[in-house]
């Protein structure tokens, strides 16, 4: 059971290039988000699609793009990376069940930017 | 902003000790969540409790829902090594759809 997949694990760009954070879900799960971790912050929300073909906005969503062209695959584009997207980057697959929806979480990306 | 705190930030203990951890919130909620975190590992589901439930019990893991003040604890009992990590609440809201809003974490050490 593979779960949630991010690739890669470790990134040092340089300000200003471009990146997409690969992420896949062997679950089966519609709804899928990207997080990202900095200290003394918590996890903030980026963007996550409610299924393929439809994504949102979360609470952080500037300077990312998103795509959702197949139920599996959530990748996280950074457009011209800066110094301040330095931060650990986690993708979440959610389930929903009887009580509510929970999930699950990928092994993160630290991603550098130099 | 949903975010809720936790208290404390960080939390040292002995083994064997119990370990209780808050999380506070700042409008309604369907459910709150609490999250592990090993370091450099992603976040795993530990228990969840619904707004209509006071009390729910994991294995060594007891979760307290207070809706009148707006929080909720985590209590792990006859902690161990193993239990050093952060942790996480997160909170369903209404009207939220599928967003989990997550505080800002306690950091668990656990010493032998």
């Known amino acids: 059971n593979a779960g949630v997949t991010q690739t890669p694990k470790f990134q040092v760009l340089k300000t200003g290039q471009s990146m997409t954070l690969q992420c896949a879900q062997d679950?089966?799960?519609?709804?899928m988000s990207w997080y990202r971790q900095d200290p003394g912050m918590g996890l903030r929300l980026i963007h996550y699609s409610v299924g393929a073909g439809i994504t949102d906005q979360g609470e952080v969503p500037n300077g990312y793009n998103v795509s959702r062209s197949t139920t599996e695959d959530f990748p996280l584009r950074l457009l011209s990376a800066a110094p301040s997207q330095t931060s650990v980057y986690f993708c979440?697959?959610?389930?929903?069940?009887?009580?509510?929806?929970?999930?699950?979480f990928g092994q993160g990306t630290r991603l550098t930017v130099v | 902003s949903q975010q809720g705190e936790e208290d404390p930030q960080a939390l040292s203990i002995q083994e064997g000790e119990n370990a209780t951890m808050n999380c506070s919130y700042k409008t309604s909620i369907n459910n709150l969540q609490w999250y592990r975190q090993n370091s450099g590992r992603g976040l795993v589901h530990l228990i969840l409790i619904r707004s209509n439930e006071r009390e729910k019990h994991s294995g060594r893991l007891r979760v307290t829902l207070d809706t009148s003040k707006k929080s909720s604890s985590l209590l792990i009992t006859a902690s161990r090594a193993a239990d050093t990590a952060s942790y996480f609440c997160?909170?369903?809201?209404?009207?939220?759809?599928?967003?989990?809003?997550f505080g800002t974490g306690t950091q668990l050490k656990v010493e032998l």
């Open positions: 979440a697959s959610i389930a929903w069940g009887g009580p509510g929806l929970e999930a699950f």
């Open positions: 997160a909170k369903q809201r209404p009207g939220g759809g599928n967003k989990l809003t």
């Open positions: 679950m089966n799960h519609e709804y």
